[in-house]
């Protein structure tokens, strides 16, 4: 699959050069004039702020074809490269993936429409449901996007199509989880409740159920991978909006769950460059900057704080477990262990700073219940400083090893590959986190889950372009453990590596 995408997007970089609409100037791309957004909500812009009132539909603020300059949507980079194209939203609120080739039918809208140029994010209302069990099955999913694509591929043959993946709603609940407002919203207004319904509990029960949502989704975007595939003009965004690093000015306020403005540009910013990456870049809007007498000095690299799990185990009732953490990082890590529903929270203080790897061991003694339960949550949280990124490390704490090893790993330009084995009893998915500084000197993440099959897992995936040229980017790998394996529950365990300085490939 991987060889026949590498040949659709070298297909799809040759068509922006000579144009999906005839012919183009030497030299030029021609910009398709007339396009469709398709989809939900978040293509409608709900709940964006303003312009519009906070429980309002908001079109103006859509990343694909919103007129806010604030938002500076692909249509509005389109048009600033002279072809000022007729933009239909066939989007709506609530509609889930069969609603694109039946029911709404909005692929019969755009081809009715005649469009060029076609985005389509769907399937968040497939995934954020009440339970696991009410989540639309792969299989039906697959069928569905299958069905809906089909007709929009059939009846606008020459049109380019982006296909955007569904965001990680987990990491919303991670940004968001310790702001009462947003967790008053999430319950009031009962907003994805299989991820946001008891946003701070850790209870066994609980995580398995988040693990269990956020995998549907991981296996919808496969799906919408695969299908995509299937068509030349057909460009899948390679999981970007999934991996997005959205930050909490990205959400609005009225359920902190919609994008806010600053979230649809972030949206726009994230894939006008994946429909279109050969086209010229649109001219920026200017606006005169003030005068300066010297220009603002770099920021200063922070390194990522390659917080490790070594050994997390109960033993004589007592928390037992060992962790890894750059020499550089300063202060203390925040520790939560939670079981027999009980959670015990306490710093370890990292002392100075120094060159190498801090390791850090913790030795509790549990007390009641706690001392009886052979498994729990460890949550372990460093805040960061000047100098290091913050982190976060979940995992079970348990007796029995899960035995996670890398086996192979390179970085070909923005290619990374990576692989290894788990113990053979053991279910899931190894999660894969890039830590990197973008431009701005700001911390960002990429992230990936490999499934686990046979004591084996593997990933080939596209890093942002910032993540594959930062020195100092590191590739975490964990697995968070599984409390249903043969033998008893086995433990997280989390590892990683620096890829600045990995041979190039």
């Given at each position: 699959?991987?060889?026949?995408?590498?040949?659709?997007?070298?297909?799809?970089?040759?068509?922006?050069?000579?144009?999906?609409?005839?012919?183009?100037?030497?030299?030029?791309?021609?910009?398709?004039?007339?396009?469709?957004?398709?989809?939900?909500?978040?293509?409608?812009?709900?709940?964006?702020?303003?312009?519009?009132?906070?429980?309002?539909?908001?079109?103006?603020?859509?990343?694909?074809?919103?007129?806010?300059?604030?938002?500076?949507?692909?249509?509005?980079?389109?048009?600033?490269?002279?072809?000022?194209?007729?933009?239909?939203?066939?989007?709506?609120?609530?509609?889930?993936?069969?609603?694109?080739?039946?029911?709404?039918?909005?692929?019969?809208?755009?081809?009715?429409?005649?469009?060029?140029?076609?985005?389509?994010?769907?399937?968040?209302?497939?995934?954020?449901?009440?339970?696991?069990?009410?989540?639309?099955?792969?299989?039906?999913?697959r069928a569905q996007f299958a069905a809906g694509l089909g007709k929009l591929v059939a009846g606008l043959p020459g049109a380019r199509i982006l296909v955007a993946s569904i965001p990680d709603v987990e990491r919303l609940r991670m940004i968001l989880k310790d702001s009462p407002s947003a967790r008053a919203e999430w319950a009031a207004k009962q907003v994805c409740s299989v991820l946001l319904e008891d946003p701070l509990s850790t209870a066994?029960?609980?995580?398995?159920?988040?693990?269990?949502?956020?995998?549907?989704?991981?296996?919808?975007?496969?799906?919408?991978?695969?299908?995509?595939?299937?068509?030349?003009?057909?460009?899948?965004?390679?999981?970007?909006?999934?991996?997005?690093?959205?930050?909490?000015?990205?959400?609005?306020?009225?359920?902190?769950?919609?994008?806010?403005?600053?979230?649809?540009?972030?949206?726009?910013?994230?894939?006008?460059?994946?429909?279109?990456?050969?086209?010229?870049?649109?001219?920026?809007?200017?606006?005169?900057?003030?005068?300066?007498?010297?220009?603002?000095?770099?920021?200063?690299?922070?390194?990522?704080?390659?917080?490790?799990?070594?050994?997390?185990?109960?033993?004589?009732?007592?928390?037992?477990?060992?962790?890894?953490?750059?020499?550089?990082?300063?202060?203390?890590?925040?520790?939560?262990?939670?079981?027999?529903?009980?959670?015990?929270?306490?710093?370890?203080?990292?002392?100075?700073?120094?060159?190498?790897?801090?390791?850090?061991?913790?030795?509790?003694?549990?007390?009641?219940?706690?001392?009886?339960?052979?498994?729990?949550?460890?949550?372990?949280?460093?805040?960061?400083?000047?100098?290091?990124?913050?982190?976060?490390?979940?995992?079970?704490?348990?007796n029995r090893r899960s035995l996670l090893r890398r086996t192979s790993l390179s970085l070909a330009g923005a290619r990374l590959r990576v692989a290894g084995t788990v113990a053979p009893a053991v279910r899931g998915v190894v999660r894969l986190r890039v830590t990197y500084t973008d431009a701005s000197g700001a911390g960002a993440e990429w992230s990936h889950a490999a499934r686990i099959a046979a004591g084996r897992w593997r990933a080939d995936?596209?890093?942002?372009?910032?993540?594959?040229?930062?020195?100092?980017?590191?590739?975490?790998?964990?697995?968070?453990?599984?409390?249903?394996?043969?033998?008893?529950?086995?433990?997280?365990?989390?590892?990683?590596?620096?890829?600045?300085?990995?041979?190039?490939?």
């Amino acid at each position: 699959m991987q060889l026949r995408r590498s040949v659709r997007l070298a297909a799809l970089a040759a068509s922006v050069a000579v144009g999906l609409c005839g012919a183009a100037t030497p030299g030029q791309a021609q910009a398709p004039r007339s396009m469709a957004a398709l989809g939900d909500s978040l293509s409608v812009g709900l709940y964006s702020g303003a312009p519009c009132l906070p429980a309002a539909l908001c079109p103006q603020n859509s990343w694909s074809t919103g007129t806010n300059a604030a938002v500076d949507s692909h249509v509005l980079r389109l048009a600033r490269l002279g072809a000022a194209p007729t933009a239909h939203n066939f989007a709506v609120s609530g509609v889930k993936v069969i609603d694109l080739g039946s029911a709404n039918n909005q692929a019969q809208k755009a081809i009715n429409a005649g469009v060029e140029y076609v985005t389509i994010m769907i399937g968040l209302n497939d995934s954020c449901r009440e339970t696991v069990a009410a989540m639309t099955s792969v299989a039906t999913f697959r069928a569905q996007f299958a069905a809906g694509l089909g007709k929009l591929v059939a009846g606008l043959p020459g049109a380019r199509i982006l296909v955007a993946s569904i965001p990680d709603v987990e990491r919303l609940r991670m940004i968001l989880k310790d702001s009462p407002s947003a967790r008053a919203e999430w319950a009031a207004k009962q907003v994805c409740s299989v991820l946001l319904e008891d946003p701070l509990s850790t209870a066994p029960a609980v995580v398995v159920r988040r693990a269990a949502a956020r995998q549907r989704a991981i296996d919808f975007n496969r799906q919408l991978e695969e299908v995509c595939a299937q068509y030349p003009t057909c460009r899948y965004d390679d999981g970007a909006v999934f991996g997005w690093a959205f930050q909490p000015a990205h959400f609005g306020t009225y359920d902190y769950f919609h994008l806010s403005a600053a979230g649809q540009a972030g949206l726009a910013a994230l894939t006008y460059p994946l429909a279109f990456p050969s086209a010229s870049a649109p001219p920026p809007i200017v606006t005169p900057p003030p005068a300066v007498a010297d220009p603002p000095p770099p920021p200063a690299a922070r390194f990522p704080a390659k917080l490790k799990l070594k050994r997390a185990a109960i033993a004589g009732g007592r928390l037992d477990a060992l962790l890894g953490v750059s020499g550089r990082a300063t202060g203390a890590l925040r520790v939560e262990y939670h079981s027999a529903a009980t959670t015990r929270v306490f710093r370890v203080a990292l002392g100075p700073a120094r060159e190498g790897e801090k390791n850090v061991k913790l030795l509790r003694a549990l007390s009641g219940a706690q001392r009886r339960t052979p498994t729990g949550i460890l949550t372990v949280t460093y805040s960061g400083n000047q100098r290091v990124l913050g982190d976060l490390l979940r995992a079970r704490a348990a007796n029995r090893r899960s035995l996670l090893r890398r086996t192979s790993l390179s970085l070909a330009g923005a290619r990374l590959r990576v692989a290894g084995t788990v113990a053979p009893a053991v279910r899931g998915v190894v999660r894969l986190r890039v830590t990197y500084t973008d431009a701005s000197g700001a911390g960002a993440e990429w992230s990936h889950a490999a499934r686990i099959a046979a004591g084996r897992w593997r990933a080939d995936r596209a890093l942002p372009a910032a993540a594959s040229t930062d020195p100092n980017a590191y590739l975490t790998l964990q697995f968070t453990g599984d409390l249903a394996a043969r033998g008893g529950p086995h433990r997280g365990e989390q590892d990683g590596r620096g890829l600045g300085n990995l041979p190039v490939s």
